[in-house]
């Protein structure tokens, strides 16, 4: 099943790749929404290309600033249509040694899961520090909270919170923490959920074994 899921994604991506290239040569408010949702949609086959391959980090130098902006950017379009506030903190000077397009692809898991549970007029926080050797990153959102009981479950995969959840993005998020040597927590309530990633500024590249079984 793990391999024809890949290869479904596989043949699913190419497909994908031209609507965007023809979407793009368009002017227009419907171009821009097609060019998006294939875009998200390519993120959705990246997360099951992503969960059956180990995960070995390119890292380099680079902004926290400009990751977390990034993601406000490209999320902008899909916060207005329940006009959610997404709100970034971080120093300018912010900066990490790490896999940027790993690190983009784990905020953005994180933040639609956050935009999807958050309710008309919420708010989703992005914010970034350095805390001595460290690096915190923390999301938030103002949703409903996940049930105590499931709490424990979160990063299982094909575990999902959600009807409209498939159960990879999580268990990638914390092997994407996890392949950077840093840690994940999560805490939720009633009046929301908070994520808390901390990465060590000088990190060690942690390859992994050839599995899809974590």
Do not use: W
């Not at 980090?57 to 977390?68: E, G, H, K």
């Not at 899909?78 to 971080?90: D, L, M, S, W, Y």
């Not at 000077?93 to 790993?102: I, K, M, P, R, V």
């Amino acid at each position: 099943m793990g391999e024809m899921a890949m290869e479904l994604a596989h043949e699913i991506r190419n497909p994908l790749g031209s609507i965007e290239l023809y979407a793009s040569m368009i002017e227009g408010e419907f171009a821009e929404q097609i060019v998006q949702s294939v875009r998200l949609l390519n993120h959705s086959v990246t997360n099951v290309l992503q969960f059956g391959k180990p995960i070995v980090p390119a890292p380099t130098r680079m902004s926290v600033y400009r990751l977390l902006e990034g993601i406000r950017a490209f999320l902008q379009p899909i916060a207005q249509q329940k006009n959610i506030r997404i709100a970034t903190e971080c120093d300018p000077d912010c900066f990490a040694l790490a896999d940027h397009e790993l690190l983009h692809r784990m905020l953005l898991n994180l933040v639609l899961n956050a935009l999807r549970e958050t309710p008309t007029d919420g708010t989703v926080s992005l914010k970034g520090q350095v805390a001595g050797r460290d690096i915190l990153i923390e999301v938030e959102d103002t949703g409903t909270g996940i049930q105590e009981e499931r709490m424990a479950r979160i990063f299982d995969p094909m575990f999902s919170t959600s009807r409209e959840g498939c159960g990879l993005g999580l268990p990638i998020v914390k092997r994407i923490v996890e392949s950077h040597n840093g840690m994940i927590t999560a805490n939720s309530s009633s009046e929301g959920t908070r994520f808390l990633i901390s990465l060590p500024q000088d990190m060690e590249v942690l390859s992994e074994p050839l599995t899809c079984s974590r």
